[in-house]
């Protein structure tokens, strides 16, 4: 506790000393705390997909508790298969974010010297000076990869996980896990490190070995599963490669909000605003986030914006998701129904194998993949649709929007479909289950509201997805001729 300072009044030593010695020892406390304590930022709730998963989701149980509580829907449903989507823990800043760091630090390096004083801050700081004078820390090699942080975001997750759903995770289950990544360096060293966590739970205190010595191998690469987008040729031409699909996104970038956000920068690093965009604006405004996020800082690069801009530079990042990966264009989430279906196989092979009083041979399937992955599944599904498109023209009425990809997809976020088998059903129908968790949390229903279905209900309501949706179809390029592929 820190003492107030009317403790001191009372102190037998001179007061000036005193006040001294209390403020070193006080000093030396915050300092205490803070190692102990995540260090916060009133920007945090705005970094989007740069945001810790503790800061999207605060109050998480942690293994203890889970494991008391373990998981069971009712008395008489078991938890039977488990298969979950997780993205990456958090990460370095790619090269491209990092070039576009390196400009902005030079431009703050060549600047005239600040002019009779303007261009301090509040605590009459010239931020501008402070900043160029800050070495920056990231580098080219860098890009994107996996940072420690994000191996503990894995293997804490790991932990809840196994703790959640004993069973699933049991020793004797351990050879039968099945993982999956994306081929990016980061998705592989998610599941290593989420393996690692698994190992710690089984053996706490051991040093874990090398996954490519447990019994269940090392993740498999599938990146036609975990990176659909860069396999969907509709996709790519209609979307990522399309210079005007991003329209509403550019707009925003050139709008008044942008724009006052712009002036107020200038002015406060004193450089021409003409130096500036929209892009360098937001390099300077994710700095802040990964500084906190992969060393724990406070970075003086948080104090350029306020939280006003924040919630403008959100929109900013929810507008690209939401035309690149979201409701903006049907193909986003539509290139996604092989991952799908791949689900609902996973999840019908376990069913048959119940009913045929088989064990389930694969009771756990991890899938390690991107923001880029969980949004257009979720999209797919029906989940954050707001009733009116994200525009660059409708930043206001979106204050309260569902699809804000911070609450969605921190880093560490996960997808799990939970499979019970009720052994007192009344009907063979309602002898399995399905209960959804998004970042551990129970997704109710996106037509019901309800917390757990009937498995063959949710097969019904997603039938045109499971049984229309045929991405060699769904992903062709009208331009292309679509029958070459099929022969
Ligand atoms: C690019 O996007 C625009 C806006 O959605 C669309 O009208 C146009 O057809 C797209 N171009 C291609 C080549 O798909």
Same mark, same amino acid.
């Given at each position: 506790m820190l003492r107030g300072p009317s403790s001191l009044v009372g102190a037998s030593v001179a007061p000036a000393a005193a006040l001294a010695v209390a403020l070193l020892s006080s000093l030396s406390r915050c300092d205490l705390l803070e190692s102990e304590q995540p260090v916060v930022s009133v920007l945090s709730p705005y970094f989007g997909t740069k945001t810790?998963?503790?800061?999207?989701?605060?109050? %998480?149980?942690?293994?203890?508790v889970l494991r008391r509580g373990a998981e069971r829907l009712e008395d008489a449903c078991t938890p039977v298969q488990l298969v979950a989507l997780i993205r990456h823990g958090t990460r370095y800043p790619t090269a491209k974010q990092i070039a576009k760091l390196r400009h902005l630090h030079r431009l703050l390096q060549s600047r005239a010297p600040a002019l009779g004083g303007s261009g301090a801050d509040d605590d009459g700081r010239d931020l501008g000076a402070v900043l160029a004078r800050r070495p920056l820390w990231y580098a080219d090699w860098m890009d994107g990869q996996l940072v420690e942080k994000g191996r503990q975001d894995m293997r804490q997750l790991a932990l809840r996980m196994a703790s959640r759903f004993p069973a699933l995770f049991s020793r004797e289950n351990y050879g039968r896990l099945r993982l999956i990544t994306s081929s990016k360096h980061r998705c592989v060293d998610s599941g290593?490190?989420? !393996?690692?966590?698994?190992?710690?739970?089984?053996?706490?205190? %051991?040093?874990?070995?090398?996954?490519?010595?447990?019994?269940?191998?090392?993740?498999?690469i599938n990146d036609k599963l975990m990176r659909f987008f860069d396999h969907c040729e509709k996709f790519l031409t209609e979307v990522e490669k399309n210079t005007t699909a991003l329209?509403?996104?550019?707009?925003?970038?050139?709008?008044?909000?942008?724009?006052?956000? !712009?002036?107020?920068?200038?002015?406060?690093?004193?450089?021409?605003?003409?130096? %500036?965009?929209?892009? %360098?604006i937001q390099v300077a405004f994710f700095t802040c986030s990964f500084d906190l996020a992969i060393k724990g800082v406070k970075s003086p690069w948080c104090d350029v914006f306020d939280v006003d801009d924040a919630k403008v530079l959100e929109y900013l990042n929810d507008l690209k998701q939401y035309w690149k990966r979201g409701y903006g264009y049907t193909i986003n989430s539509r290139s996604s129904c092989t991952l799908f279906q791949d689900i609902f196989q996973h999840m019908d092979k376990a069913v048959a194998e119940k009913q045929r009083s088989q064990p389930v041979s694969s009771p756990v399937i991890l899938q390690f993949g991107h923001a880029e992955t969980l949004l257009p599944l979720l999209s797919l599904m029906g989940y954050f649709k707001d009733k009116e498109p994200l525009t660059a023209y409708n930043y206001k009425e979106q204050t309260h929007r569902k699809f804000r990809s911070g609450h969605i997809v921190p880093y560490a976020s996960n997808l799990m479909f939970v499979l019970y088998h009720c052994e007192n059903a009344k009907t063979p129908k309602e002898e399995f289950q399905v209960q959804m968790l998004l970042n551990e949390k129970v997704l109710p229903l996106a037509y019901s509201q309800e917390t757990v279905c009937l498995y063959e209900d949710l097969k019904t309501h997603y039938k045109d997805i499971l049984q229309d949706c045929h991405t060699s179809e769904e992903c062709a390029s009208p331009k292309m001729n679509t029958t070459s592929d099929e022969l």
């Open positions: 810790r998963y503790e800061d999207a989701n605060p109050g %998480l149980p942690d293994a203890e290593d490190a989420f !393996l690692q966590g698994l190992w710690q739970h089984h053996h706490p205190g %051991l040093p874990a070995p090398d996954v490519a010595d447990m019994e269940c191998g090392p993740p498999r329209y509403h996104v550019e707009a925003f970038k050139n709008g008044p909000e942008m724009q006052k956000i !712009l002036n107020k920068v200038a002015a406060t690093l004193q450089v021409p605003v003409n130096n %500036l965009n929209a892009d %360098l």
